[in-house]
């Protein structure tokens, strides 16, 4: 299963930005040990009201979390996290299915 992780919960992207500039990698530094296509990570990094990304699979957020240092155990939090937010969106969405449901 694909996970996507809205970027704006809870800035994502602002947070993986300072994490780059911390370990003091470039855009494509990042890339190349990633794994990622440099378009990729300018994406994900770009505001989302200027063409950047509006979510991230897991599948590539972990490389990058990993490129960026973040011990595996970080990692495995992240995607825990991750379908944490993901189980609460479609609980979320059910409840408002069924009350909407309920009032017709």
């Known amino acids: ?53 509006k979510s991230i699979p897991y599948e590539t957020l972990e490389p990058i979390l990993k490129a960026l240092g973040l011990p595996p155990e970080r990692v495995v939090d992240a995607k825990q996290q991750a379908s944490k937010v993901f189980s609460q969106m479609l609980i979320e969405l059910l409840i408002q299915q069924e009350t909407a449901f309920k009032q017709q």
């Open 1 to 53: 299963m694909q996970v996507l992780i809205p970027v704006e919960i809870p800035e994502l992207r602002e947070q993986l930005k300072k994490l780059r500039n911390l370990a003091d990698i470039s855009q494509s530094e990042l890339s190349q040990q990633a794994k990622l296509s440099f378009q990729n990570i300018q994406r994900i990094e770009r505001d989302s009201n200027k063409g950047g990304a």
